[in-house]
């Protein structure tokens, strides 16, 4: 996708499809310009209510070749205005406004249209986002995001595979010559995004026989080769795993026929001097049986995507090269399979992490924070700036939060709050849970210095518990995607998250 931006007026910009907006029954300057050469032909669906007042409703419209320069005209609705002035919008209704517009771009013959958003801006038109005023190039990132994001298209695995979308180019309209040096960065890093939101849906939706830890390993060298040295990759297999003495990460992996791999991608942008990195480490289960703690048969399938936290790495620093970001960011991926086997690992038994401290297994269903730890303590060698990991590390985190938020754990009230401020900037949301000490004990053992469970109460924080006690020597935060990552049902898919969130936070700590 090809996205740029310019200073013109909708009446001369010659472009196979004009995107213009209505907000409530008034419409924006664009719309009206077009509306006047066009005998009143957007206003008329308004007016006889064939375009909806509800944000995302939309309208095509046909214009004779005489009529061009734009063959169509999109009329999309932003929805009820939030006063009576009609001069406040709420960012939800933006936002639904322009998925809905991708969408439809996406799903016809269109190759290249442009998109009249910024008369928002030019009307004085305030768009409110969690308590603050959006900014022009805000809108102009997610425009490019949701672009991306409607653009994207499952067909690996299907012999007879939808057809990609026409749609190439997209021009963003700024209805101010000064807006338009902000806005054309704001969509180098909303189609950098959106790549790496796609990026990480892909690898999720992949099934489990394909994505492996040694194909996630694959995925890291192939990112490396398209990065023009700006990220080098390696990865360490059993052997290498066992002397530097990760028996939890390796009790989890063992009862596989995959090899287990860790996987260290470094991303050094241009002028960053030597400095610390920050450390994204992913869980990457590429199938969750459970292992002997077998789960349950329905939905199983769904414990593919216990690597969406890996996956969400895996587009976070596909973003960072695509955008050519000026950041030091490390990401270890914590890749294993978890099977039950003859070899596999038993409630009972007792692993040594690479930290030294003891480990009673007494669930191998409670896998994630079993690799997690040993990747936290490796991250300890980069002397990290700060460490997040991801993981898809509990079903009561989706009990508690539901599919909106990811849960945030942080040892550090200061980077909680940049995770939760970068969470809200990009519509990607966090909500921070307790990492208090009362929580601890829950995790005692009477044969190792913990247990790998905290029982059933407070289940996604007694997990947060376990990898705080691997996190002790820098800053850190964890993100439970449990219930964000993907969707079920009919729609079932990866979701690309908390890819926006990761990026903002890095672009900004
Ligand atoms: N990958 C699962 C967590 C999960 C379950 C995510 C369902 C999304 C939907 C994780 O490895 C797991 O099995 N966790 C257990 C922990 C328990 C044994 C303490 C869980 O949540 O049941
Ligand atoms: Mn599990
Ligand atoms: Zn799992």
Redesign the pocket.
């Known amino acids: 996708m090809q996205f740029s931006t310019k200073n013109i007026d909708v009446v001369a910009q010659a472009t196979q499809c004009a995107v213009v907006f209505a907000l409530e029954d008034k419409l924006l300057a664009s719309a009206k310009a077009i509306d006047k050469l066009h005998g009143g032909a957007l206003s008329a669906l308004i007016a006889n209510k064939d375009l909806k007042p509800k944000a995302g409703h939309k309208r095509w419209i046909t214009l004779a070749p005489s009529k061009r320069p734009y063959q169509r005209v999109l009329l999309v609705q932003l929805g009820k205005s939030d006063d009576k002035k009609a001069s406040k919008l709420k960012s939800d209704n933006l936002l639904a406004a322009l998925s809905s517009a991708a969408t439809a771009l996406s799903q016809s013959p269109v190759k290249d249209a442009t998109v009249y958003i910024d008369d928002l801006f030019s009307q004085n038109i305030t768009v409110e986002h969690n308590g603050t005023t959006a900014d022009p190039s805000w809108v102009a990132e997610q425009l490019a995001i949701a672009v991306q994001k409607a653009s994207y298209r499952y067909t690996e695995t299907k012999s007879k595979p939808d057809a990609k979308p026409a749609l190439s180019k997209i021009t963003y309209a700024s209805s101010n010559a000064a807006r338009v040096k902000g806005q054309r960065l704001a969509l180098v890093r909303g189609a950098a995004i959106g790549s790496g939101i796609n990026y990480t849906r892909e690898l999720g939706n992949l099934p489990p026989n394909i994505c492996t830890p040694s194909f996630l390993a694959d995925q890291g060298k192939a990112l490396a080769t398209s990065s023009s040295s700006a990220l080098t990759c390696r990865s360490l297999d059993h052997k290498q795993m066992e002397k530097l003495g990760m028996g939890a990460f390796l009790s989890v992996a063992k009862g596989s026929s995959e090899e287990g791999k860790l996987i260290i991608m470094e991303y050094k942008g241009t002028t960053v001097a030597n400095s610390k990195p920050h450390v994204l480490v992913g869980?990457g289960?590429t199938f969750?049986t459970?292992g002997i703690?077998l789960?349950p048969g329905a939905a199983m399938d769904?414990?593919k995507?216990?690597m969406c936290g890996a996956a969400s790495v895996f587009g976070s620093m596909k973003a960072l090269v695509e955008m050519k970001a000026k950041v030091h960011v490390v990401a270890l991926i914590a890749a294993a399979e978890?099977m039950p086997a003859g070899n596999a690992s038993k409630p009972g038994d007792v692993v040594t992490s690479m930290s030294g401290q003891t480990i009673e297994i007494l669930?191998t269903?409670?896998?994630?924070?079993l690799v997690l730890c040993d990747a936290l303590t490796y991250a300890e060698r980069f002397k990290p700036k700060s460490v997040v990991d991801i993981?898809?590390?509990?079903?009561?985190?989706?009990v508690a939060l539901g599919n909106h938020a990811c849960g945030l754990y942080s040892n550090h009230q200061p980077m909680a709050e940049k995770l939760l401020a970068a969470g809200t900037f990009s519509n990607d949301k966090a909500w921070q849970m307790p990492l208090w000490d009362e929580y601890q004990k829950q995790l005692d053992s009477n044969f190792a210095d913990m247990a790998?469970?905290?029982?059933?109460p407070g289940?996604?924080i007694?997990?947060a518990c376990f990898l705080s006690r691997f996190a002790k020597k820098y800053h850190w935060a964890h993100l439970d995607i449990?219930?964000i990552?993907w969707q079920s049902g009919a729609k079932k898919g990866a979701t690309g998250r908390p890819v926006a969130l990761l990026v903002n936070y890095l672009l900004n700590a």
């Open positions: 869980k289960i969750d459970g703690s789960k769904e414990m995507f216990d978890n669930n269903d409670a896998e994630g924070r993981a898809t590390l509990t079903g009561a985190c989706v790998n469970i905290g029982g059933m289940g996604s007694t997990a449990a219930g990552a």
